[in-house]
């Protein structure tokens, strides 16, 4: 302990003494939010190489100046660490600003109309995909439904020659054409697989709609369109997908991003691309497990962080449930208005056992999706098992953690645990959330941010964009007063995080949530300089006034990009 005590005062001692060193940049008299652990706010920065030199007074951080220092004068500008987004699929989100973008659609009818508009220019035979439509958030009823669901054959009658295929806003339901359908060999006899539906109507006929697992009967099929680019294509576009998510993120002061599920292939592309430095955040990446093939998915595992500390893998990704919107969520009582249905176990236990034993074996981080009280539980379950005998750190996550027991909550602070949840998902979901659980479940256990908090839990912050906009500042909004935008409706504000606490959710919090503290997510000396300049100072404007925030500048690497 006395070693420990005099190391921490050596280093100290050596930092004072780096006032010898001098700085590429400093930027003056700003408001300069820390988000260290006293949430500080400074006047001024220095910036040497790629790190943070100095913060402090103008006074103060002048000594780091030479006649060659690059000074810039804030005028009093809000500044604060490079937002970190804690999940979100970063090739999907390029992907979806590239393909149809059904997102802000109000009805079935808009959605046919947009798939119409798209057709103009698609040559018969080609696949068109989009995502962003959802039931629950349309503002006429669209006639005949299961479910809430549409049939398909307004689409099918637009298309007869394109397959078609549209994802639910959630990612975890999708519908499809009739020539999508006869492409996959599909038809009324079809029978769901396991952890998934294909809805039909009473008679036994298909509505066109795919929710949890039967989505791979449609997606294998299209997946098969896309093997059959060559090689180079298909990197191509992936490069694509990539350098349009990054300009994206850059464009909502995002400097870092977790990316929350992609394939070895994916992987190899994204590290590639932060090898040669085309891209402008880094990269955290979790491997999407195939729950068949575990040994020979991790041994790929760790890719620690590179040299351009830019790009890490050392998480893996699994599915345990679905979403609360296409009745995928695993509850522990039925659904509120689906009587005798608990929603879909996507992975059997013994599975998600299996690949917990392994994470924990070859100290991988592992981060379960988990949306239902019951998913949460039983993810809990496991973690559990397998960590009670562990010295390591390992930092497991649930992803989402939307719908808790408050029986639940305390064990997230016990497992050392981190509940990675999207506060946009709260706001958006708002109008179905109390219709599928009843308002006693979701005023104790949904979203609940709060109690998380107060009971010592770590908590991560995101969109899970393409599901949302990417946009952190709509984010923060949420997350401290649980209000939509549109009409004001507010969700159990009772759980809301505090202003500055929804700062940290999107800084500190989230690097810690990638073993990255020590490196990222608060702007002090020996870190990495990635910061944003912002319009309005998000510590003390209006509560109003935090959605509609813009970035000014950003800064990568100590560099204006």
Known sequence: MMVQKYGWMLIVFLLQCKVEEKADSIFYNGQIYTANLSDSVVQAI?????????????QEVFKFKSSETQLTDLAGQFVMPGLIEGHGHFLGLGKSALELNLIQTKNWKEIIQNVADRLKAVPAGEWVEGRGWHQEKWNENPGLTVSGYPFHDELSKISPDNPIVLFHASGH????????MQMAAITNETNSPAGGRIVKDENGKLTGVFEENAMDLITKTYNQSFQKK???????????????????????????????????????????????????????VMLLINPDSISNEIKHLPIRLNQNEN?????????????????????????????????????AISKLEQIAAACSQNDLQLCVHGIGDRGNREILNVFERQLQNSNHDQRWRIEHAQHLDPLDILRFKSLGTIASMQAIHCTSDAPFVIKRLGYERAQKGAYAWRSLINAGAKLANGTDCPVESANPFECMYAAITRKRLDNGFEFFPEQKMTRLEALRSYTIWNAYAAFEEHLKGSLEAGKLADFVILDRNLINCSDSEVAGCKVVKLFYNGKEH
């Open 46 to 58: 220095a910036v040497k190489n790629n790190r943070i030199l100095a913060v402090g007074t103008d």
């Open 173 to 180: 339901a999708l519908i499809a054409n009739q020539k999508a």
């Open 230 to 284: 060559t090689k180079s294509q298909q990197l191509e576009l992936m490069k694509l997908q990539a350098m349009e998510a990054n300009r994206i993120c850059n464009q909502y002061g995002i400097t870092s991003f977790h990316d929350a599920g992609s394939n070895m292939e994916e992987i190899q592309v994204l590290k590639n691309l932060c090898d040669s430095q085309q891209l402008t955040l880094r990269l955290y």
């Open 311 to 347: 790009f890490s893998c050392q998480a893996v990704k699994a599915y345990l449930d679905g979403a609360l919107g296409s009745y995928g969520a695993w509850l522990l009582k039925p659904y509120a208005d689906k009587a005798e249905h608990y929603g879909q176990n996507t992975l």
